[in-house]
């Protein structure tokens, strides 16, 4: 293509070929689909899934962009959770909203220090969580957050021990609201919803977290082992000979 160009400067680029692929009409089709398959979802929808349902040659990151235009002024938004999407009740209506579901059991002083120093500084593992309280951290309360679904085991740290990393969830990120952990509070906006009262020391600083499913150089994913020796799996049984 690009050798063609050189001596036919009218035929289109490659990236230009792909858009002419697309006939009218096209794209308006892959988005009701998109909208169809995110409606029907009780999850969030990850991007790859609507790739592979719609029309081959369109971009799926546009039809989504645009959806979300569409519903931005509506009771119902199309909301983005890391790369997956969903549809939710517009922030400033969801007190008129009713549910029967029940609540979020809600969580204790220590656990939401917990859950916000994962999200913070996420990979960390629970030394480190008990070394930012300065207090024991119990298996209980790390067992509260992931019961709830918003605390996971990340991979395993590449020291001594190898002790586990936790991270946050998508389920965290659709649960407050957020499309990706960059998007937590700095310290400015934490100080203007007054959840930094009294004398902030000089050195206090917001942790920017990695990406959620980004490991760090020092982590190694966590292995079926791993889940087994945690509890989370139950070991294969052994094949009769």
Not at 53 to 66: A, E, L, N, T, W
Not at 79 to 88: G, K, L
Not at 113 to 130: D, G, K, M, S
């Amino acid at each position: 293509m690009a050798e063609a160009q050189k001596y036919l400067p009218g035929i289109p680029d490659e990236e230009e070929f792909d858009e002419l692929l697309v006939a009218p009409g096209l794209a308006e089709e892959a988005e009701r689909i998109a909208e169809a398959l995110v409606f029907a979802s009780a999850q969030p929808i990850s991007e790859s899934y609507i790739a592979s349902r719609i029309p081959r040659g369109v971009d799926v990151g546009q039809i989504m962009s645009r959806l979300k235009e569409s519903y931005a002024g509506r009771g119902v938004n199309l909301v983005q959770v890391a790369d997956h999407w969903a549809f939710r009740t517009a922030a400033d209506l969801s007190f008129v909203v009713q549910t029967d579901e029940q609540e979020v059991k809600k969580l204790s002083r220590a656990a939401l220090e917990v859950l916000a120093i994962i999200a913070y500084h996420q990979p960390v593992t629970r030394a480190e969580i008990e070394d930012i309280r300065g207090v024991q951290t119990s298996k209980g309360t790390l067992d509260v957050l992931m019961e709830a679904g918003w605390v996971r085991f990340r991979g395993r740290r590449r020291t001594p021990g190898r002790p586990v990393t936790f991270g946050t969830t998508r389920d965290f990120l659709d649960h407050f609201g957020l499309e990706e952990i960059r998007d937590l509070p700095g310290i400015e906006e934490l100080k203007g919803a007054g959840l930094l009262s009294g004398r902030v020391p000089s050195n206090l600083h917001i942790p920017v977290p990695v990406g959620e499913d980004e490991l760090s150089d020092n982590e190694d994913p966590i292995t079926q082992m791993d889940l087994e020796e945690l509890g989370l799996l139950t070991p294969k049984a052994e094949e009769d000979d």
